[in-house]
């Protein structure tokens, strides 16, 4: 039986807990386990309940359970809203003195008097540290392991601080292994493999740096802004240039001038903020100018969830821009998929002179897993920027082409002189009102979906080749599925999947070939009106059977998704 053991670490905001869960987080990492951690945050500096999930294998994994293992409660309530939904047996950590456990068979009651061993070793702020020696020993991991750790974490911090955290760990560690000696979790031996331990935020950006972006302005909004500040931490060193904007529309606008003076240039937003920017999205359709807009989805209407996840801007980013425009729509299901998909969404804003969404949410972008590499040799940046002397004169900025992709140069390019204009306009830039002008340039900007539709990421397909009934998934309900068509699968069933990350233009034919002739379609998707199950039929013309739908801020679990799809079968 493989290892599957989940740990919940629960708290309020201000008490550490990130801290906690990143520094666990890397342990198990380092001990060589496979992990999908997730977080649940309000939207809060001080107060409110948050809580971090650590599911912890000896194999890859994709996704939550709906339980827990082990409870690390750094308050009350952790307790009260926690208990009922632990697994049977289970183990609580807690302060002895301030939190209470009830007493029941199924779970074990860790109580240490956690405040009073970190006063002893200097300052009751040392209290997380001492947890964390706690939850090693009680999993037998190494305790070189997390001091060297807590070293590398607070190396940035005073020698007394570092040296008090370090103190406080090996103080917990030493007082679990004395007083429950009997009272340990067995993980499991696994072979010790460097793995990068990755949010979906984190390779988003690594994506579209290895993509060649020069330029990122935002108005920071989450679930986006991890991403905003991870290209602005690090792309310094490769020359990357970020701007904090005003507001939404000033961002978009910034990102269109960089992109039309030679950068490759993106924006990242949320909901709220894609509202603001369709003006400019409407004016990169026109005047051809490359974008990539990373709109991480969070549940609304107007402010709505803020820190919670969803899939409810499909629609929106379908058609948002006024007029009519090619666009690509694309989904990343995974942090390992997202950073290639990144690289490839920079390509093809240039390639085809198009705005580009990556269409992600708040579980995608602040959910860290273990992969073993990113290959940055699988997909490479290639520049579609014409050469000044290749080019014929005069130069016709919008010329008119069989494939609709008229020669790309930027502003201050040598020896080339050009308009960019907001209106209709003739093959050189200038406004023109002439009716045979307008069709000609709007069957030559849509001629590009021929080209489009050819590119990568067609639907993929997990399980059985035969399987009478399928599971679709788009972005990141990619985990939870794989999952239950692995447990569905044990228990016999003829099930499979199809995975959808290029949403738009849509793979009409690559669909068909895989849908047609199955007995059961199911969508899963984070929204009220199923939006991709409307979208799979409205293009297929194939009929899906009622989707399996969430839409109260949380991300899906196998125990959900099996639950509804059970309903569905009675």
């Not at 670490?9 to 520094?23: K, P, R, V, Y």
């Not at 130069?395 to 008119?400: A, G, H, Q």
């Amino acid at each position: 039986m493989s290892l599957d053991f989940t740990i919940t670490i629960a708290g309020q905001a201000g008490q550490g807990l990130n801290t906690f869960a990143d520094i666990l987080t890397k342990v198990l990492a380092r001990s060589g386990y496979h992990l999908f951690v997730t977080q649940d945050y309000m939207s809060r500096i001080r107060g409110g309940h948050n809580f971090t999930q650590i599911r912890v294998s000896d194999k890859p994994i994709y996704s939550i359970h709906a339980g827990s293992h082990l409870l690390v409660a750094l308050d009350q309530q952790s307790v009260d809203l926690h208990y009922n939904h632990l697994s049977d047996p289970s183990f609580i950590i807690h302060d002895l003195d301030t939190v209470k456990v009830p007493k029941t068979g199924k779970i074990q009651d860790v109580g240490i008097p956690i405040k009073k061993i970190a006063v002893e070793c200097g300052n009751p702020l040392y209290g997380n540290s001492v947890v964390l020696g706690i939850v090693s020993a009680l999993l037998t991991l190494e305790p070189s392991v997390l001091t060297n750790i807590l070293k590398a974490s607070f190396a940035k911090k005073s020698d007394e601080q570092t040296k008090g955290n370090m103190k406080a760990a090996t103080e917990g560690f030493g007082y679990m292994s004395k007083n429950f000696q009997n009272l340990t979790i067995t993980l499991g031996k696994v072979k010790k493999k460097n793995r990068m331990l990755i949010s979906g935020s984190e390779s988003i950006s690594l994506g579209m740096m290895a993509g060649g972006l020069r330029f990122i302005s935002a108005y920071p909004m989450s679930p986006s802004t991890g991403i905003f500040t991870f290209v602005t931490d690090k792309g310094r060193r490769l020359g990357i240039l970020s701007e904090q904007a005003e507001d939404e529309i000033a961002a978009c606008n910034m990102a269109l001038g960089a992109s039309a003076a030679g950068a490759r240039a993106a924006v990242t937003t949320s909901g709220g903020g894609l509202s603001l920017m369709c003006e400019g999205i409407s004016l990169s359709g026109i005047a051809e100018i490359p974008i990539v807009i990373v709109n991480m989805q969070r549940p609304g209407p107007a402010t709505g969830l803020p820190t919670r996840t969803a899939q409810e801007d499909l629609d929106f980013v379908l058609h948002i821009g006024h007029g009519e425009f090619p666009r690509f729509v694309l989904a990343p299901g995974t942090a390992e998929e997202s950073f290639y998909t990144s690289i490839h969404a920079m390509n093809l804003a240039e390639k085809y002179q198009v705005p580009v969404f990556i269409l992600g949410d708040q579980h995608l972008a602040d959910s860290y897993v273990t992969v073993d590499t990113l290959n940055t040799n699988k997909v490479k940046y290639r520049s579609y920027l014409v050469k000044s002397t290749a080019l014929k004169k005069p130069y016709l900025r919008y010329k008119i082409t069989k494939n609709g992709v008229s020669p790309l140069a930027y502003y201050g390019q040598e020896k080339i002189n050009f308009i960019v204009d907001s209106h209709v306009h003739t093959e050189d830039g200038h406004i023109s009102e002439d009716m045979n002008v307008a069709g000609k340039m709007v069957e030559k900007r849509f001629r590009k979906l021929d080209g489009m539709k050819k590119e990568f990421y067609g639907p993929q397909y997990y399980g059985p080749k035969n399987a009478k009934t399928l599971f679709v998934s788009w972005g990141s309900t990619y985990g939870a599925v794989r999952e239950s068509i692995d447990y569905l699968l044990l228990q016999k069933k003829s099930v499979a999947m199809i995975h959808y990350n290029k949403i738009w233009p849509f793979p009409l034919e690559e669909s068909i070939k895989l849908l047609k002739s199955r007995k059961d379609i199911y969508v899963i998707e984070n929204n009220y009106q199923g939006q991709f199950d409307r979208l799979l039929k409205r293009e297929t013309q194939i009929n899906t059977g009622e989707p399996i739908l969430r839409y109260d801020g949380r991300p899906f679990n196998v125990e959900f998704i099996i639950e509804k799809f059970e309903k569905r079968l009675k």
